[in-house]
């Protein structure tokens, strides 16, 4: 089950639809508990992404700041650098 879902708004360049899907599945495996549905509920939990995939796109469209858009390397190194020194063994 996925732990972390990534921040998608303002980064150069633009989220892709993809990301937004991504995360949108990531959000409903953690609130339904399913890594996989069963295939019974398999057809309302794609319902879900899309739904939850939408809305975000839509909010992500709308949303405005006057700060500069991060770079996605930089933050994914940050990431990175944060995770090691978590991790780190003694």
């Not at 732990?3 to 937004?20: G, H, K, Q, S």
């Not at 996989?36 to 975000?56: G, H, L, R, T, Y």
């Not at 709308?62 to 190194?77: I, N, Y």
């Amino acid at each position: 089950m996925c732990r972390n879902i990534r921040t998608l708004y303002n980064f150069e360049p633009e989220a892709t639809d993809d990301e937004v899907r991504a995360a949108s599945l990531q959000y409903v495996r953690k609130i339904s508990g399913f890594n996989k549905p069963s295939k019974v509920n398999q057809e309302a939990f794609d319902q879900a992404v899309d739904e939850i995939a939408a809305v975000s796109a839509r909010l992500l469209g709308s949303l405005e700041t006057s700060a500069a858009p991060k770079d996605r390397e930089v933050e994914a190194e940050k990431r990175k650098a944060r995770s090691a020194k978590r991790f780190a063994t003694a």
